[in-house]
């Protein structure tokens, strides 16, 4: 993969000035933390969602994740930032400034470049989603706390029988959910978030783990169906 992960592979555009100033506060609160590990601290009073709030505590609590998000960079990009002198590198906004529309992301985590989010002067062309949206930040910051058991479990590197067995467990239950989406979501947005949730062990974490509508599918399989 070219990434450890990204959110909301789609078409960015550029925001209205309403848009902007809806998502300004968020991009004011997300610019105030140099690593994902504070920033998400300090979240914890922001969010009322209870998905949201299990995700950020099942992070919080495990001190191995604790150490890898400190050491997560956490860096906004607008796309005024390349005329200011900032680096894009190879974040989120460098496929839609070399005209590759389709395949910009407003959230992003590679190893070497942390966590990147699409800064509040662009707009996905998707619902709610948004680079400043908190579920864009958690799902990026589970990928960062955990791609590399994930990498490590699959290249063979990390031994640990406890999370090899859990790595074989999490791609069993992946493969035996594909053939039932269709079953389970009408054509339409619940139906794409639960068929990205099952592009790989990655995504199937840090989507189930933040979106309430693919945690609403997954609890409607009755045992013995996966």
Known sequence: ?????????????????????????????????????????????????????????????????????KATKLTVVNPNDAARGKSLGASLIGNYLSGNRTDATWGRFHPSEGVTLAGSEWKPNSLQDNGMHPITFIHEAIHAGISDV???????????????????ELEALREAIKPHLTDLTEPGPTRGATNYAVTNAHELLSVTLTDGRVQSVLKSLKMGTV
């Open 150 to 168: 994930i990498a490590g479990v699959k290249n063979g590197s990390i031994k640990d029988p406890d999370l090899i067995a859990a790595y074989k």
């Open 1 to 69: 993969r070219k990434d450890e992960g990204t959110t909301g592979e789609g078409t960015l555009r550029l925001a209205t000035p309403e848009e902007q100033a809806k998502f300004a506060p968020n991009e004011a609160f997300y610019r105030r933390f140099s690593n994902v590990h504070d920033a998400l601290v300090a979240m914890q009073g922001r969010i009322k969602s209870p998905e949201l709030v299990r995700a950020m505590q099942w992070l919080l609590r495990n001190p191995y994740i604790v150490a890898k998000l």
